[in-house]
């Protein structure tokens, strides 16, 4: 006989597939909408800083988890409010704590990364996180695949209570 997973097991890997890869487009008020990860581009200025695995707690990544489940789904939508305005432009690097990353932008496209970038600063400071800590943990996560998997864990755990 073999071993059939159920349909839980089956939709949290599912789930963990999907939101893992999500740590680098989330990647803080970093790598906000393009970008898609913390690592700064050539011409991006600033460097966001790693902190030691063993300095996050666990309600951080409790709460670090809900920041990304508030904060994704208004990534998505600004993208896709972003693509018919560029056309088939690639969507640049845009990082919200990097203002040159915005006045580069169309006026029409800087309202909605302004809008964006506020609404997503207010999503993940009503979970307890500074954006200083959340960008913090998200380069980390980058970086740390136990701490992925963590976070991954919350991700799933939270998703399945809704």
Same mark, same amino acid.
């Given at each position: #006989?073999?071993?059939?997973?159920?349909?839980?097991? #089956?939709?949290? =890997?599912?789930?963990?597939?999907?939101?893992?890869?999500?740590?680098?487009?989330?990647?803080?008020?970093?790598?906000?909408?393009?970008?898609?990860?913390?690592?700064?581009?050539?011409? /991006? $200025?600033?460097?966001? $800083?790693? %902190?030691? %695995?063993?300095?996050?707690?666990?309600?951080?990544?409790? *709460?670090?988890?809900?920041?990304?489940? !508030?904060? +994704?789904?208004? =990534?998505? !939508?600004?993208? *896709?409010?972003?693509?018919?305005?560029? &056309?088939?432009? +690639?969507?640049?690097?845009?990082?919200?704590?990097?203002?040159?990353?915005?006045?580069?932008?169309?006026?029409?496209?800087?309202?909605? %990364? %302004?809008?964006?970038?506020?609404? !997503? &600063? &207010?999503?993940?400071?009503?979970?307890?996180?500074?954006?200083?800590?959340?960008?913090?943990?998200? @380069?980390? @996560?980058? !970086?740390?695949?136990?701490?992925?998997?963590?976070?991954?864990?919350?991700?799933?755990?939270?998703? /399945?209570?809704?």
């Amino acid at each position: #006989m073999f071993y059939q997973p159920s349909l839980i097991e #089956m939709l949290a =890997r599912s789930l963990l597939i999907r939101i893992v890869p999500t740590l680098g487009c989330i990647a803080g008020l970093t790598g906000i909408l393009s970008g898609c990860g913390s690592t700064p581009t050539a011409d /991006s $200025p600033t460097q966001i $800083p790693t %902190v030691p %695995v063993e300095t996050i707690e666990g309600d951080e990544i409790i *709460n670090y988890a809900k920041a990304i489940i !508030a904060v +994704e789904p208004r =990534r998505k !939508a600004a993208i *896709n409010d972003i693509q018919p305005i560029i &056309k088939d432009e +690639e969507i640049p690097n845009i990082t919200c704590t990097e203002p040159d990353t915005i006045t580069a932008l169309p006026r029409n496209v800087q309202d909605i %990364v %302004v809008k964006y970038c506020n609404l !997503a &600063k &207010k999503d993940i400071e009503s979970t307890g996180l500074t954006i200083d800590r959340f960008n913090a943990i998200t @380069a980390t @996560a980058q !970086a740390d695949q136990d701490l992925q998997t963590e976070i991954g864990n919350e991700l799933i755990r939270h998703q /399945s209570e809704r």
